[in-house]
Nanobody, 125 residues
Framework: QGRLVESGGGSVQTGGSLRLSCAASEGSFTMLPRGWFRQVPGQAREFVAAIPWSGSARYYSDSVKGRFTITRDYAANTVDLQMNSLMPEDTAIYYC??????????????????WGQGTQVTVSS
């Protein structure tokens, strides 16, 4: 069974940066789209960013566009999320996920079938 392990979370002040990384132990994940989502306790999980297997496009939520960048490293089987200009409203648990590769929009979490355990990001004002 494959595993997804997120790392890089932590606490920063407003305006700071963090880089999250999602390492996959399953080789087949390399050929599938990957995404990042986040969730604040008591609220619904929301889409943050996604990248198709080809890496030819990037998708971002409006709230992070221009501040976050998603990239993938095929050799290392990792997907990273560079987060700049962080704001308190970015505080959440961040999850990486593997998409099934179906026609479901990459921004729709129902299209993802494998999830990591999450990493906490806290931004203080």
């Amino acid at each position: 069974q494959g595993r997804l392990v997120e790392s890089g979370g932590g606490s920063v002040q407003t305006g700071g940066s963090l880089r999250l990384s999602c390492a996959a132990s399953e080789g087949s994940f390399t050929m599938l789209p990957r995404g990042w989502f986040r969730q604040v306790p008591g609220q619904a999980r929301e889409f943050v960013a996604a990248i198709p297997w080809s890496g030819s496009a990037r998708y971002y939520s409006d709230s992070v566009k221009g501040r976050f960048t998603i990239t993938r490293d095929y050799a290392a089987n990792t997907v990273d999320l560079q987060m700049n200009s962080l704001m308190p409203e970015d505080t959440a648990i961040y999850y990486c996920a593997v998409h099934t590769g179906s026609a479901t929009d990459l921004r729709d979490q129902t299209g993802y079938y494998y999830w990591g355990q999450g990493t906490q990001v806290t931004v203080s004002s």
